[in-house]
């Protein structure tokens, strides 16, 4: 369990950062096990994107009747987007019992979030599914010999002849 202190005051939220440890093995996609680490962080919660779709008024109850108590909650699982902005992946029903909880003072609220931080060779990117969009993780693909070419407007030398043209 994390005790979190804002930048410039105490936080009423209790976190739990062993329970964003446990998602990423039971609740995140498959294909992510071993291509992300986490980082935690506190940012404010401006900087905080909700995933779109349906919420419901059930578990946002659930959720904010844990702050209510103070009981730790796990913290806000998230990626950062190109902007700077953190994309909520799992924790959108405890984002809206934030809002809701912590409305008169929520403009200076800082929110523990655990960072998806991709390994080497991955990274986010933002894609459109037929009724959504969300942040995925992809692939970083090597430029093939077609992009290059593209990139600089004519085609480079087959392999080989750079060494003739050098070497004479």
């Known amino acids: 369990m994390?005790?979190?202190?804002?930048?410039?005051?105490?936080?009423p939220i209790r976190y739990s950062d062993v329970s964003a440890e446990l998602w990423m093995w039971s609740g995140a996609p498959l294909a992510w096990k071993n291509k992300v680490k986490i980082e935690f962080r506190n940012v404010s919660f401006g900087e905080l994107c909700p995933a779109g779709g349906l919420k419901h008024w059930d578990v946002m109850s659930y959720w904010a009747k844990e702050f209510a108590c103070r009981h730790s909650v796990p913290p806000l699982v998230v990626n950062q987007t190109e902007n700077g902005m953190y994309y909520v992946q799992d924790g959108n029903h405890?984002?809206?019992?934030l809002r809701v909880c912590f409305r008169n003072r929520i403009g200076r609220l800082q929110v523990r979030v655990a960072v998806l931080v991709p390994k080497r060779g991955y990274h986010f990117t933002?894609?459109?599914?037929?009724?959504?969009?969300?942040?995925?993780?992809?692939?970083?693909?090597?430029?093939t010999e077609a992009s290059v070419n593209d990139f600089l407007g004519f085609p480079l030398p087959p392999t080989g002849v750079e060494s003739e043209v050098l070497h004479g």
């Open 126 to 143: 933002c894609r459109q599914f037929r009724t959504h969009w969300t942040y995925v993780l992809e692939a970083e693909h090597a430029p």
């Open 2 to 11: 994390s005790s979190n202190l804002a930048s410039g005051g105490h936080n």
């Open 94 to 97: 405890r984002l809206e019992a």
